[in-house]
Structures are given as structure tokens and as C-alpha cells.
């Protein structure tokens, strides 16, 4: 039997079959796709910062300014610029619970290389954690019984009460 699979698909290759090539999806200009990995934006990075890092006292979202060895860090990379991720949001205490107070949003030189910036980051001791800013989109409907009746759901460009 083994001998049988061998032979069929030496055969398909040498009639050179080939696995169908994955399709890349047409993306913004803004965007980037390396292989093997979904698209995420080019050239920006979520950080989140170790609360253990922050000044105890502060109010609202953190900010890379909060920690001067960091921002120290930041000019270092060429970074054009960071901001929180919730910035201008108020702070309750289920966005604190979740750590989104932390997460800032690093914008990078053009043509930076995403993986090297991340290592980087994530080996600072005040950075919980960095990764890309994965681009992500609803895939399904939901499975909600009264779906269809909650039109402001599936929204696809009338107002609202016209």
C-alpha cells in the first residue's frame, strides 16, 4: 500500500502537480503580510507596559513619556511617534482590570523591520509584552436567534431611523 502512494504521487509530482499557492488578499498600501502570518499594519507596534514600571499616582492612560529610560529607548529606535491605545477614553476600573491603561500604540520609521523591533521591545524590562498590530475582522454571523432583528447590527450604510 505504501509502495502504491509513493508511485501516485511521484507520479502527480514528476506531471508537475503542485499544491495550490496561498492566496494573498489584496491589501491597503498601509498594510503588510509576511508569509506565514496574517496581515498586520506596516510599521506600528502594540506595547504594553508592566504596571510594576508606572508611577503608582497617575491618572488616565499610561504614556512612554511616563518612563524616561524607555523614551530613552524609543528615540534610539527612530520611533515617530506613540500614543495610548484608549487615549482621550475614560478609565474605569474594568479597562484597568484589563490592562488596556498600559497598551500604547508605537509607530515606527517607515521600513522598519517588525520582527526586530519587537525582540527589541519585548527584552525591555518596563514592556510586558509587544507584537504587531494585527489587522482582524468579523469572519461570521453570529448564531444569535434575534440576530435579525437588531437591523443596527448588520449596518451596511443606511442611517439610522430613515
Keep these: 500500500m505504501r509502495s502504491l502512494i509513493l508511485l501516485l504521487l511521484s507520479g502527480l509530482l514528476g506531471a508537475g502537480a503542485s499544491a495550490p499557492a496561498a492566496q494573498t488578499p489584496d491589501l491597503p498600501a498601509w498594510a503588510v503580510a509576511d508569509p506565514g502570518q496574517p496581515p498586520c499594519v506596516r510599521d506600528r507596534l502594540l ?63 517607515a521600513g522598519s523591520d517588525l520582527a526586530t523591533e519587537i525582540a527589541a521591545w519585548s527584552a525591555r524590562p518596563e514592556v510586558e509584552w509587544a507584537e504587531r498590530d494585527w489587522m482582524v475582522g468579523a469572519c461570521l454571523t453570529p448564531n444569535d436567534t434575534y440576530f435579525t432583528q437588531q437591523w443596527a447590527l448588520r449596518n451596511t450604510g443606511q442611517s439610522p431611523g430613515n
Excluded: C, K, M, Y
Aim: hydrophobic letters at 40%.
Design 47 to 109: 506595547v504594553r507596559l508592566r504596571d510594576t514600571h508606572l508611577p503608582a499616582a497617575r491618572s488616565g492612560q499610561a504614556r512612554l513619556e511616563d518612563l524616561s529610560e524607555l523614551s530613552r529607548f524609543a528615540a534610539s529606535r527612530s520611533v515617530r511617534s506613540s500614543r495610548a491605545v484608549l487615549e482621550g477614553q475614560p478609565i474605569d476600573a474594568i479597562v484597568r482590570g484589563g490592562g488596556l491603561d498600559r497598551d500604547l500604540v508605537i509607530e515606527l520609521a
